[in-house]
């Protein structure tokens, strides 16, 4: 019974899988165009992927980091959106597979991001915590919370020094700012609201695998940002991978186990592949082989951008790294190149143009690095808070999430400290499952 | 293992049930006083009721109008929060079996509110949706917008409309302000969101048993609200019982049954007592029979006050109506009471001062009572919104909703129309019992 419904039209069918930073802009720059649009996600909104450590924390709410897709494209005649969960693609007859009937396309993009990596350990797959999604976010968030209750009523010592400490695995900037603002929830939250706890037992550590954190960014900012790390009480560890994680303890290869029932996991993406892509067209970390008009390696009309492509260039002889600005760019330059293919023109090479990398860890303390100049501290984090308010969809999500903080600068306080949801193993593999 | 941990003291232990109006008020009174004050609540934030139906359209998120309770009652060293679900009460013993253990009183207070009441139906229990909770809320605002995405793709005409009819039933305040908002959310949202769907076959109802919507409220405010639904397009129908609803149609007493995948319940509430509490002390719509000093009949150490309290006095011989300043008042007066009695003084009845009632229904109108004065309006909404965001707990969260009814006024838009998770009667089930 249930059908897309697509409205025939003469215009070729783009049809784009994945409504975030790069999906959305692609859909953008073909607004009015000579191409019938279609948008799919699982979602009914864009996640702004890089709060979601603020919600987990009970530093913003949900609905403040996400958009409506139907939103962003409204009043668009040649832009359509259907929440839909892609099943499969079946390239030889250009159709989709998905859970409201199948899709036709002429051309097809996906723009369906990255999943988190446990590097095929599903013990801790199964323990600890991701956070790639909203639904995701709100469980870490419902978990710390019911753990600090937890601790309140637990006699047993070990017990409650394990509902006590945090464990942040993975140093890139999603890693450090988690374990920051962790580190900041205890300073200004715990101590106040949970009189009966002991804060001295409270303890955030973030691991890392190789020998720096935020090994992507310049020495000047590793350097200090684990500087302002451990000035914030977080013990960093570096050279450590994680051996086991069994619930209560975690081992780790080059240190004393810690005792844990919170573990996050932030150690690693891979690209979220869709069945009926071949295998030879997949390559290191789940990423699809693209040449560097996004085309994937086989097909004309086959196309990949932002975390689930790897366009492996001179410079960039691994893929493009996994974030926003390449997933934008992709999306813009495909917009023309679509065009341009549609019109039998050839089409033009992508060339990322990289404006440089930021992380937060705290209040007055970020690291920035753009090319050659860098700086940390105070200055960093009002740049840092600027880029991420004005790449926020929406004027009214800018607006509630400036509110917020400059509320959270003066108050030392973090308002949304809910446990909305309860959390329970069991409802996060339904999640997981139905996201 | 587990233990509620509460620390010895010479104090007589006073235990609420439920972090509600009333027992919020009721602890801040206590505040420094010579008792220890134990604060039991399921969640572990303090619910703003009256704005739910905004967190089910779309309006709020469901963070701006919740409030941690820890964070009520922060450096105030008598008053405790665990956060618990209250099993049973064993009054021979002064002692309550928890979720966290057994906790024993000295006094105990009943702050418990009020559960839906679908008055024995179990079929509309089952097919339709309440709204009495901020996942209840949620799982509204889920279904409405997964409903809505499966309209657009729903082939078969009758089923179509059965997702784009929405039926509230209900024509207290709570009923009317979901329907206005509902009429609201189909001019400005659905209109230019969902081009794809035929704008006039949604349809919005509002179903009233009696022969007046507001029938608490004067014979005016009763007139004008009937003429504002209706000028927004919202079909009021009065006089009617709903007589069966199998998810599909809803059958009514006497008018034409409806298709509707949407019913909204709001037709009544009734006290949430817990177990242990002797039969002949329970009325009318489950609540508990108290004293003037709110004691629960046959007691000298139990109390109960606000929704799940039955006074019955000369003035409100079936009891003091269900509404915040009711709960109030009674936390106010008890608090005074529970110092006295300690004091072995005589305690003092409690006298309801009403302040008169109003409801929104949508921009620039609502119906204000405030006993002979009374106004409908432009004016009235402004003192609705005023009034509200004063009650609001929490300078934030006053901050968050202010901003977002100011964005919302000018813009028409709604901003968190978003599926966080998406809805299913499995996962309601779920939530119902955890909650």
Chains 1, 2 share one sequence.
Not at 65 to 74: D, N, Y
Not at 200 to 207: A, C, E, G, H, P
Not at 266 to 286: D, L, Q, S, Y
Request: charged share 20%; aromatic share 8%; hydrophobic share 45%.
């Amino acid at each position: 019974m249930k059908e897309p419904q697509l409205p025939e039209t003469n215009l070729p069918r783009l049809v784009i899988i994945g409504g975030g930073f790069g999906g959305i802009e692609l859909a953008k720059q073909l607004k009015n165009r000579p191409v019938q649009v279609i948008l799919l996600d699982r979602h009914n909104y864009h996640t702004f992927q890089p709060l979601l450590y603020q919600v987990a924390t009970g530093g913003l709410e949900p609905d403040s980091i996400a958009f409506p897709l139907r939103r962003i494209f409204k009043g668009q005649k040649n832009i359509l959106f259907r929440m839909a969960e892609v099943e499969e693609i079946i390239p030889e007859h250009q159709t989709l597979k998905t859970s409201i009937g199948n899709i036709n396309y002429d051309y097809l993009v996906l723009a369906s991001g990255s999943d988190t990596n446990f590097f095929g350990q599903s013990e801790i797959e199964h323990f600890s915590m991701p956070m790639k999604s909203i639904p995701e976010a709100l469980n870490l968030r419902s978990m710390i919370l019911q753990n600090l209750e937890e601790a309140v009523i637990e006699k047993d010592k070990e017990k409650r020094v394990a509902l006590l400490h945090f464990v942040v695995v993975g140093g890139g900037p999603t890693g450090v700012e988690l374990a920051g603002a962790l580190a900041e929830l205890k300073k200004h939250i715990l101590a106040t609201d949970y009189p009966e706890l002991d804060i001295k037992q409270v303890k955030i550590y973030l691991i890392e695998g190789s020998a720096n954190i935020l090994g992507s960014m310049s020495a000047q900012a590793t350097q200090k940002a684990k500087t302002f790390l451990e000035e914030m009480g977080v013990q960093v560890l570096c050279n450590q991978r994680v051996l086991s994680y069994d619930g209560e303890q975690i081992l780790l290869s080059d240190a004393r186990p810690i005792l844990s029932k919170n573990v996050l996991w932030a150690a690693g993406v891979k690209g979220a592949i869709i069945k009926g892509i071949p295998k030879e067209a997949i390559t290191r970390g789940n990423r699809i082989l693209v040449d560097e008009y996004n085309r994937i390696k086989g097909f004309s009309d086959l196309f990949a951008i932002g975390d689930v492509a790897a366009m492996l260039t001179e410079n960039y002889p691994n893929g493009h790294p996994g974030v926003a600005p390449v997933a934008i760019q992709q999306g813009r330059t495909l917009a023309k190149n679509i065009l341009k293919i549609i019109k039998k023109e050839a089409p033009k090479a992508f060339c990322y143009r990289d404006k440089g990398a930021m992380a937060t860890v705290g209040r007055n303390r970020a690291v920035v690095d753009l090319g050659k100049i860098r700086f940390q501290g105070i200055f960093a984090w009002f740049v840092w808070m600027f880029v991420h308010l004005m790449t926020l969809v929406g004027f009214r999500n800018k607006l509630v999430v400036f509110v917020n903080w400059v509320w959270s600068y003066f108050s030392y306080d973090r308002g949304t400290r809910l446990i909305i949801r309860s959390f329970s193993r069991q409802s996060m593999t339904e999640d997981t499952a139905a996201k």
